[in-house]
């Protein structure tokens, strides 16, 4: 049945989307966290992108960040500490008509969760995955991470952490079946929105890391790069980000780099000062997990994982009938 011109505006109305549609509650950040301005992009992003809320799904382990579905109205999980990763990918093999992204944080993917997370790069499943990064665990009130900077006093490093930070960047550009690997800073939006908006785009998984201000438990933390805007490094090139002439004014440091060219990526990301921001890495061939397994084995339906754990759990059940009422005495 075609439709008439009031159902189509009826209809175009229905489907378009307000920011207000995608959000939920009032963040219970604190005032300045970066995690604000991550929201912000991701909700204009879905906004932008008139993506169904009842069709997107975000997920996420535990910690600050991983508050971030609470503020969507979308469906999402907020899950287990280090665990968004598998659970995202469950999602993901069982519901391919969805969008799913998912949040986590440095200690959260790269401590707890980090053997999850180099599989899931492997897996390569269509997810879009944001790292906030702010080097420390923010919920639990300052102890050190991964990505804690060398010589940060925490309340598990007290006398200064001894370790060199771990890069978040290179682990995954090391890792079989990469395919997309970027870098933001929570301070300028308009790249922030730029690479999460790439990084929805990509098919496959597409990891983001987002350097994210914890005024809290890492105050000035990013202040000499926010100061100094040299010591940011945009990078640029048709095939990635394209630079406002606005921006370029204030972010003079570019450097051309073709996101196809791995090798280069590799060396750009150890870069710690400038810090590089930019799509590092994108590569659309590399298969998805899914599309690999399509067609080859059924998945097993939720009836049929139900009736498994049923199974299992009786195994321990008493039945009445094995266990015959005793006469009274
Ligand atoms: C199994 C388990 N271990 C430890 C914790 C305690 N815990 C909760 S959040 C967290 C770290 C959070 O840090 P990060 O992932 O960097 O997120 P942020 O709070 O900084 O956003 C820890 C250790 C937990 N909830 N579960
Ligand atoms: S403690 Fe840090 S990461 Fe957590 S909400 Fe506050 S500023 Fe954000």
């Known amino acids: 049945m075609s439709l008439g011109a009031t159902e189509c505006l009826l209809q175009l109305y229905d489907e378009r989307h307000e920011l207000e549609d995608y959000q939920s509650g009032v963040p219970r950040w604190c005032t300045g966290c970066g995690d ?14 008139g993506l169904r809320p009842e069709k997107t799904v975000f997920v996420s382990g535990i910690g600050c960040s991983s508050r971030f579905p609470h503020y969507m109205k979308t469906y999402g999980l907020h899950t287990i500490h280090g665990r968004a990763l598998p659970i995202a990918e469950g999602i993901r093999m069982a519901r391919q008509d969805l969008d799913v992204f998912v949040s986590t944080g440095d200690g959260d993917c790269c401590s707890i969760g980090a053997g999850h997370w180099i599989h899931a790069i492997r897996y390569n499943m269509n997810l879009t995955v944001f790292l906030h990064d702010n080097q420390v665990y923010g919920l639990t009130k300052k102890q050190a991470s991964p990505t804690s900077p060398k010589g940060l006093k925490s309340n598990t490093t007290p006398r200064g952490s001894y370790l060199d ?7 995954t550009l090391g890792v079989q079946n990469v395919s997309f690997v970027a870098q933001a800073v929570d301070w300028i939006p308009e790249v ?3 690479i999460v908006s790439a990084a929805y785009h990509h098919k496959g998984l597409s990891f983001v890391r987002i350097l994210q201000r914890c005024p809290e438990f890492m105050a000035g933390a990013f202040d000499p790069w926010m100061q100094d805007p040299q010591r940011i490094q945009l990078l640029n090139h048709p095939d990635g980000l394209k630079i406002s002439a606005g921006l370029g004014r204030t972010y003079k440091n570019q450097l051309e780099h073709d996101p196809a060219n791995i090798d280069r990526a590799r060396e750009i990301a150890s870069g710690l000062d400038p810090i590089p921001v930019g799509i590092l890495y994108r590569n659309p061939k590399v298969p998805c997990y899914e599309d690999v397994r399509r067609g080859k084995q059924p998945l097993r339906t939720p009836e049929y994982v139900k009736a498994g754990f049923n199974a299992e759990l009786d195994k321990f059940t008493i039945w009445p009938e094995d266990n015959p009422a005793q006469p009274a005495s």
Do not use: F, G
Request: glycine share 0%; charged share 20%.
């Open 192 to 194: 922030l929105y730029d």
């Open 36 to 49: 604000n301005a991550i929201l912000a992009a991701v909700q204009r992003l879905c906004r932008d992108e």
């Open 165 to 171: 930070a771990l890069n978040p960047l290179t682990v």
